[in-house]
């Protein structure tokens, strides 16, 4: 049975940090798209971020580039979201989700690209 654990979530102060970790088990991580999405309060969830399967791609929405940046470790089955320079607008749970894939950019954006999901942590951003 496959499954993806979230862990680091938090409260923090605007233009603070936080990261982000989810570890994957039931399947071989190293063959699989990681990526992460966010849902705010009464809004849909939306896709933050994908990794392909060595980590040699990343995929970002607008909203997050240059101040978040996934990466993974294969040998810890583990990937990670940092989270810099955090603004209000970026309160929500955070859901880590995995696909089979390899090779290429990952630019799996919608919540149907991805197979598995983990149960969120909750990231609250105050002004």
């Known amino acids: 049975q496959v499954q993806l654990v979230e862990s680091g979530g938090g409260l923090v102060q605007a233009g603070g940090s936080l990261g982000l970790s989810c570890t994957l088990s039931?399947?071989?991580?190293?063959?699989?798209?990681m990526g992460w999405f966010r849902q705010a309060p009464g809004e849909e969830r939306e896709f933050v971020a994908a990794?392909?399967?060595?980590?040699?791609?990343?995929y970002y929405t607008d909203s997050v580039k240059g101040r978040f940046t996934i990466s993974r470790d294969n040998d810890k089955n583990t990937a990670y979201l940092q989270l810099n320079n955090l603004k209000p607008e970026d309160t929500a749970v955070y859901y880590c989700?995995?696909?089979?894939?390899?090779?290429?950019?990952?630019?799996?954006?919608?919540?149907?690209?991805?197979?598995?999901w983990g149960r969120g942590t909750q990231v609250t951003v105050s002004s």
């Open positions: 990794i392909n399967w060595i980590g040699s791609s990343t």
């Open positions: 039931g399947r071989d991580f190293s063959a699989t798209v």
């Open positions: 989700a995995a696909r089979p894939g390899i090779g290429g950019t990952p630019q799996y954006v919608r919540e149907v690209d991805f197979d598995f």
